[in-house]
């Protein structure tokens, strides 16, 4: 069963750090780029970042420049979000997802795979 699952959400404080993973079962992320997006209710899926497989960029939304490090470990099938400098408006749930690459990441109709989520939330 193909499938992808983020863990390592949860609540911290603004300035705070937390690490997202994405694992994949039933397939290789050898030869995926890995998206990452947000959604807070009401509001569509915005990009956040695309891990690129071919040209080993990885591309951020201006929003997460500088703060936000996206990063892979192909032994363990497992893509990473690395989030220092949290603020309030990073509170969303995150998902992952698979496609073939990044050019035009930010368009969610063109990813293969989904995860379910992991929830975040920023605040004192």
């Known amino acids: 069963q193909v499938q992808l699952v983020e863990s390592g959400g949860g609540l911290v404080q603004p300035g705070g750090s937390l690490r997202l993973s994405c694992a994949a079962s039933g397939f290789t992320l050898d030869y995926y780029a890995i998206g990452w997006f947000r959604q807070v209710p009401g509001k569509e899926r915005d990009g956040v970042s695309c891990i690129s497989v071919s040209d080993g960029w990885t591309y951020y939304d201006d929003s997460v420049k500088g703060r936000f490090t996206g990063s892979r470990d192909n032994a363990k099938n497992t893509v990473y979000l690395q989030m220092n400098s949290l603020k309030p408006e990073d509170t969303a749930v995150y998902y992952c997802?698979?496609?073939?690459?990044?050019?035009?990441?930010?368009?969610?109709?063109?990813?293969?795979?989904w995860g379910q989520g992991t929830q975040v939330t920023v605040s004192s």
């Open positions: 997802a698979a496609r073939w690459g990044c050019t035009g990441w930010g368009n969610v109709d063109e990813y293969d795979y």
